[in-house]
């Protein structure tokens, strides 16, 4: 080309429309765990281009849908211990609705042998309890039989003479000048109770021992529950039943160690809550149904709380945290038990809380509470105030360290 003019050199714009935006990702800040799984923030904007510059534009600029994460999983190293479970036992009933409970024990991650459990207090436990169903039970097979349906009876608004005869009878096995119930502050006496079958329906009683008439109620659901103190248990015997199988009406009894329901063949059965409390949900399709129950309380046969745990009531009160005796083994977690009556909800306030200096030490020190209903836990380090609500009547704390 050199016989050829050669043209001068020129740079032309080739678009004038800036880039669309994109998200940026920073590098992910360091790992909350100091071994094991833990999570790193990184910091996610949305820029744009223009005139060779990155320009910090509005997160609604950018595909939302192609947003990265802000968290991200990271692991610095294998933690030296870690909890390990059993498997889980069998179902505690051999036929309806039951337990199973699991064995819990701190291994180390390297020669995979046991040591002192409070090597793994930094990490929060799994669930070691959770409920099973064996098959229906002979009585709930859904095969009828003479006499296997209960006929329904009157409502109790209604009072017929075998009601009336019926009522002078059990009036005979209620507590006399005793206290019977307890609802939202609202106490009543044993006298008359029998009549008061309406307003039942989420009562709490704490007498240690009642009659329980859940017969003619307003409500299609009615929920009671019996509570103790920790070193007592309940039996509790259906002195009579009206519900309507066929129709689909039902019985649940529940505890913190039982789960049962029924419906045929339920008078003169008994219920052992194996613990210090005891829910009855009954289910009503047709009006004027329901069962009779009475119950009583003894001492436990076996022992399924620590000496630190506390068991509470009222509608209101203040927990602190249990101090260790001195010769208290060293990895006893101390609980305390809050239940009130069925148709309240909890609420937790932390008003102070202290679990130690900012660090590793915190992990050690936590507080755990469990919604019982559903069985989900929330965990609290540090110096945390919190205000805590529960979706049943039922809660538990457990404080370690």
């Known amino acids: 080309c050199q016989p050829v003019p050669k043209p001068e050199s020129r740079m032309e714009v080739c678009d004038l429309n800036p880039c669309p935006p994109r998200w940026k990702v920073t590098p992910a800040g360091p790992c ?19 005139q060779g510059k990155e320009v910090l534009q509005e997160e609604h600029l950018c595909p939302v849908a192609e947003k990265p994460l802000t968290s991200v ?7 030296s211990y870690e909890w390990s479970f059993s498997e889980w036992s069998e179902c505690s009933t051999s036929c309806g609705n039951g337990v199973q409970t699991r064995q819990d024990f701190c291994l180390h991650s390297l ?6 459990s ?5 990490f929060p436990k799994a669930i070691v309890m959770r409920g099973c169903s064996s098959g229906p039970c002979p009585e709930q097979v859904g095969t009828t039989s003479p006499g296997a349906e209960l006929q329904p009876v009157t409502p109790a608004t209604h009072l017929t003479t075998a009601a009336a005869a019926r009522e002078e009878r059990y009036k005979k096995l209620e507590p006399r000048q005793e206290q019977t119930k307890t609802s939202g502050g609202e106490e009543g006496t044993a006298k008359g109770c029998f009549l008061c079958a309406v307003g039942v329906c989420g009562s709490l009683f704490l007498n240690a021992t009642g009659i329980i008439n859940m017969t003619g109620v307003e409500s299609s659901d009615c929920t009671v529950a019996i509570g103790r103190p920790l070193r007592e248990e309940i039996t509790l015997r259906v002195l009579e039943s009206s519900l309507n199988c066929s129709a689909g009406e039902v019985v649940l009894f529940s505890g913190r160690m039982m789960w049962r329901t029924g419906c045929r063949k339920l008078p003169l059965s008994l219920i052992n809550s194996r613990t210090n409390t005891l829910i009855v949900k009954q289910r009503v399709v047709l009006p004027g149904n329901g069962v009779i129950l009475q119950y009583n309380s003894r001492t436990a046969t076996k022992k399924y709380y620590q000496d630190c745990d506390k068991q509470l009531f009222g509608p209101q009160g203040e927990i602190v945290n249990p101090v260790q005796l ?16 069925p148709q309240h909800r909890i609420a937790i306030r932390a008003l102070y809380t202290d679990l130690g200096t900012e660090g590793n030490q915190t992990h050690f020190n936590y507080i755990l509470v469990r919604d019982v209903s559903t069985m989900k836990t929330m965990v609290f380090h540090g110096k945390q105030q919190f205000l805590w609500q529960s979706t049943g009547s039922q809660a538990e704390i457990e404080f370690h360290e």
Do not use: M, W, Y
């Open 118 to 122: 409070v090597f793994c207090r930094r």
């Open 326 to 341: 001195p010769d208290q083994r060293q990895e006893v977690v101390c609980r305390t038990f809050i239940d009130v009556a």
């Open 32 to 50: 909350s765990s100091s071994c094991g799984l833990g999570v790193a923030v990184q910091l996610v904007t949305c820029v744009q281009i223009h």
């Open 111 to 116: 020669t995979r042998k046991h040591v002192n």
């Open 73 to 79: 999983p990271c692991v610095i190293r294998t933690c």
